[in-house]
């Protein structure tokens, strides 16, 4: 069965710091990943997907289907980063599963 | 554009009672969905629609009914509210399946409580 694991709740940096928020999946098909962003009293929104192979506000994310991996990394943390973040696997051609979410937190 | 709106922001029910979350959406989009967020366990999909008249089952549809009369508009009916289905509910639409091509936008939420 389809599963996306984001293994930590938090991760706490001091800015300027690199970040690197982990997710992996489980899929028998050929995946499609994305990156959502929840800001404090904000709607959950679009971070990035694999298939464009974008950098969106200095994040990038790398799909290694060898480790079954796309995590999300930025060199260098800016406290604006702060937010919960979702990784999402699109299967069946029409549905998304969420894992859990990793809150980042960017310390001045 | 007013986007994806939801209605109502806040509800309280009582077990046994019945209610429907209201979605629209004015982007003529094409896939709407509702999700269920439950504390860290991230969102479950619960009902999707492909188009008008399409609709189909998620991860989690027991005790859920939708349906998709037009474009705009995705209803969720909660038909006997359990405790269980107390909730953060977020409806999203995009104009292709799931966002896979696009950018899926989200709703605000809806804040339910069942006593």
């Known amino acids: 069965a389809q599963r996306v694991t984001q293994p930590e709740k938090l991760l706490s940096v001091f800015k300027g710091a690199p970040v690197e928020l982990k997710c992996n999946y489980s899929y028998s098909g050929s995946p499609e990943l994305f990156w959502y962003v929840q800001y404090s009293r904000q709607r959950l929104q679009l971070l990035l997907r694999?298939?464009s192979r974008e950098s969106i506000k200095g994040f990038t994310a790398d799909l290694n289907k060898g480790e079954t991996s796309f995590h999300l990394k930025k060199p260098f943390a800016q406290e604006e980063d702060s937010a919960m973040y979702y990784c999402?696997?699109?299967?069946?051609?029409?549905?998304?599963?969420f894992g859990t979410g990793t809150r980042l937190q960017v310390f001045p | 554009n007013a986007g994806v709106t939801q209605t109502p922001k806040f509800q309280v029910l009582k077990t046994g009672q019945s209610m429907t979350l209201q979605c629209a959406q004015d982007m003529n989009h094409e896939y709407m969905s509702w999700y269920r967020q439950d504390p860290g366990m991230g969102l479950r999909l619960i009902h999707y629609s492909v188009g008008a008249g399409i609709t189909d089952q998620g991860e989690v549809p027991n005790g859920y009914n939708v349906s998709r009369s037009t474009t705009e508009d995705f209803p969720l009916r909660l038909l006997s509210a359990a405790p269980s289905q107390t909730s953060v509910y977020f409806c999203a639409s995009s104009y292709s399946r799931a966002g896979v091509t696009d950018t899926q936008y989200f709703g605000p939420g809806t804040r339910l409580t069942v006593l």
């Open positions: 999402a696997l699109l299967y069946n051609t029409d549905k998304l599963i």
């Open positions: 694999h298939i």
